[in-house]
């Protein structure tokens, strides 16, 4: 069985030379008689591993000294907690709910504080990024601890194609699908996190990257469990128990193969041509629609849809005899999703692209 081409939401496709290399090192890693799953996270070749992770990272990025690097496990998902237990220190802050990971995240919150709803797209089924001058007009009232967004909303399709304006109060994101999939400036965030699963790697890593005066002398809320408390994690350097190692080794190779390739500008434009490739062959469809309102295209997550649920079923059975996975859509959506994250190919997209037009040709008449 070939590698097929694989369009799944997370865990997602990885670079092929990436897990190859992991392959080659798995029994005997450089040498030193074991593997990396088998070591210590205190040995001196995994602090390497670990150390080498976060400074390739920063170059890929740009972090800023005053910003600080966590590699956490609990996903995304124990982050909604997180988020609310170290940052409200005045107990209240904003949410932009754009999708069912910003919901769940506000939900979460509600448990630890007041959080405040400033937009939400709930109403037309999510298909947009709502109108954010709401969000920039509560904000410059001063008295939020951080405003939250998911900047890419992996079930629904859509991304901000601009950040909410929201003066000096923090800006918080999760950025999990569309991580390292263009240039991040981070100097305009106070915290962002994604789930590696998507685009940086294995799952069971969560990457955050957060600015020193937010983390502060501990976490808001004194219950807060040792783990999810920022200021011990990165005064232990992510290891103030054992960290999943072969998971960040794995998301350390995949920020040396962007870098490899040409780094985030670059990765920017090969994805922007995977987007327009799909994107102009689901416009020129007439069966097949987009889902998502173009001007809240998501570069990461494509999500379209055909009259009947029986002829999304026939779209997703004719893909797999072309050796295209990953296709269907999630549930709360329904019709089809391509994810088209980093280690998915423009071959790949072409394949996706040129089955999209024969289905839609093919049906047409029905
Ligand atoms: C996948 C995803 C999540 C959930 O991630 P887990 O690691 O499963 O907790 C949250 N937010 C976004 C934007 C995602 O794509």
């Not at 390292?180 to 699963?197: E, F, H, N, T, W």
Request: proline share 5%.
């Amino acid at each position: 069985m070939p590698r097929v081409h694989n369009f799944s939401a997370g865990p997602a496709a990885l670079p092929e030379c990436v897990l190859k290399e992991a392959q080659r090192e798995l029994l005997n890693y450089h040498g030193c008689g074991m593997s990396i799953l088998e070591m210590s996270h205190r040995s001196a070749q995994f602090s390497e591993v670990i150390q080498d992770a976060e400074d390739t990272l920063r170059r890929l990025i740009g972090i800023p000294q005053n910003y600080h690097v966590l590699f956490l496990q609990g996903g995304a998902t124990l982050e909604f907690a997180g988020i609310p237990m170290n940052l409200m220190r005045t107990g209240r802050a904003g949410y932009v709910v754009s999708g069912n990971f910003a919901r769940l995240a506000w939900q979460e919150a509600t448990k630890y504080g007041t959080a405040e709803v400033l937009a939400s797209s709930e109403d037309t089924n999510f298909d947009r990024i709502p109108d954010l001058a709401p969000v920039a007009e509560r904000a410059a009232a001063g008295d939020l601890d951080y405003v939250y967004i998911c900047q890419n909303n992996t079930i629904f399709g859509t991304m901000y194609h601009e950040l909410p304006d929201c003066g000096s109060t923090p800006l918080v994101a999760d950025v999990s699908s569309c991580f390292l999939s263009l240039p991040l400036d981070i100097k305009r965030y106070g915290l962002v996190y994604a789930g590696a699963q998507k685009n940086a790697g294995p799952a069971g890593i969560t990457v955050i990257i957060v600015r020193d005066d937010l983390v502060g002398a501990g976490p808001a809320l004194a219950c807060c469990p040792s783990y999810l408390n920022y200021r011990t994690q990165v005064d232990k350097n992510s290891m103030m128990n054992t960290p999943n190692t072969f998971g960040i080794y794995l998301c350390g190779k995949v920020f040396h193969w962007i870098e490899d390739t040409g780094g985030l500008h670059a990765m920017e434009q090969r994805n922007r041509e995977k987007a327009d490739l799909l994107y102009g062959a689901l416009d020129a469809c007439t069966v097949l629609r987009p889902t998502a309102d173009p001007a809240s295209r998501s570069l990461a997550n494509v999500t379209f849809r055909s009259p009947s649920s029986e002829l999304d079923a026939a779209f997703v059975a004719g893909a797999r005899e072309r050796g295209i996975e990953g296709i269907k859509g999630h549930r709360l959506v329904g019709g089809m999703r391509a994810s088209i994250y980093n280690a998915v190919s423009l071959e790949d997209v072409k394949v996706l692209a040129s089955y999209i037009e024969d289905f839609d040709r093919s049906h047409r008449s029905l």
